[in-house]
């Protein structure tokens, strides 16, 4: 009993501690602004992380656009989830996977019509929150540049923020954005032999 009661007055002492380390951090958190989010690296996750956003966003009552650069060829469980509703504008601009499309101009064209759809809702202060799914693949192949992603998102409205996801990002992205996370690649059923299937890759 007299082991417990001094665990627990370790316990007890530590967690205050650390909320007093907390409290610090959220006071001293005072700027109100809108946030750019990279999700990036190769493992499983990214847009899947995008989408949890998308849907914390819609509980908030906010307006919300989706611009998918890469999966215009498939449909998505997300896409039929969350198209439906009316604070969602989603559009899929993509041919489906540079492996699939053969065709570099044609790759080319897409981005560069998904790009302006993008540049356009990043240019639009009802929009509390604009995904740009899989888009760091269209400045490694070099299907667009980067600059103009890099002037629309410093020239977003205040409070909108952004999300954007894909593998392989610039380094002038990452030191532009506030948040980047990277997912790692540490085990994977599809490299075992195991099919990709709905509702988990898709």
Not at 87 to 109: L, S
Not at 154 to 173: A, C, F, I, W, Y
């Given at each position: 009993?007299?082991?417990?009661?001094?665990?627990?007055?370790?316990?007890?002492?530590?967690m205050?501690?650390?909320?007093?380390?907390?409290d610090?951090?959220?006071?001293?958190?005072?700027?109100?602004?809108?946030v750019?989010?990279?999700?990036?690296?190769?493992?499983?996750?990214?847009?899947?992380s995008?989408?949890?956003?998308?849907?914390?966003?819609?509980?908030?009552?906010?307006?919300?656009?989706?611009?998918?650069?890469?999966?215009?060829?498939?449909?998505?469980?997300e896409?039929?989830?969350?198209?439906?509703?009316?604070?969602?504008?989603?559009?899929?601009?993509?041919?489906?996977?540079?492996?699939?499309t053969?065709?570099?101009?044609?790759?080319?064209?897409?981005?560069?019509?998904?790009?302006?759809?993008a540049?356009?809702?990043?240019?639009?202060?009802?929009?509390?929150?604009?995904?740009?799914?899989?888009?760091?693949?269209?400045?490694k192949?070099q299907y667009?540049?980067?600059q103009?992603?890099?002037?629309?998102?410093?020239?977003?409205?205040?409070?909108?923020?952004?999300?954007?996801?894909?593998?392989?990002?610039?380094?002038?992205?990452?030191?532009?954005v506030?948040?980047y996370?990277?997912?790692?690649?540490?085990?994977h059923?599809?490299?075992?032999?195991?099919?990709?299937?709905?509702?988990?890759?898709w």
């Amino acid at each position: 009993m007299a082991t417990d009661q001094i665990s627990e007055e370790k316990h007890l002492k530590k967690m205050k501690a650390v909320k007093e380390k907390q409290d610090q951090k959220i006071a001293a958190a005072k700027e109100e602004r809108g946030v750019s989010i990279l999700l990036a690296g190769p493992g499983k996750g990214k847009s899947s992380s995008a989408f949890g956003m998308l849907a914390r966003s819609l509980g908030h009552g906010h307006k919300v656009a989706v611009v998918q650069f890469l999966k215009g060829a498939m449909s998505t469980g997300e896409e039929k989830f969350f198209n439906s509703h009316e604070n969602v504008h989603w559009f899929t601009m993509g041919d489906g996977f540079t492996w699939e499309t053969q065709n570099r101009q044609n790759d080319i064209d897409s981005a560069e019509k998904a790009w302006k759809k993008a540049e356009e809702l990043l240019a639009d202060d009802s929009y509390q929150l604009v995904i740009l799914d899989e888009i760091t693949y269209m400045f490694k192949y070099q299907y667009l540049e980067l600059q103009p992603t890099l002037d629309a998102l410093k020239n977003r409205p205040r409070d909108m923020n952004v999300v954007l996801t894909g593998r392989g990002p610039k380094q002038e992205l990452i030191d532009a954005v506030d948040t980047y996370s990277m997912i790692l690649a540490e085990k994977h059923a599809f490299k075992d032999g195991v099919k990709a299937q709905a509702g988990i890759e898709w």
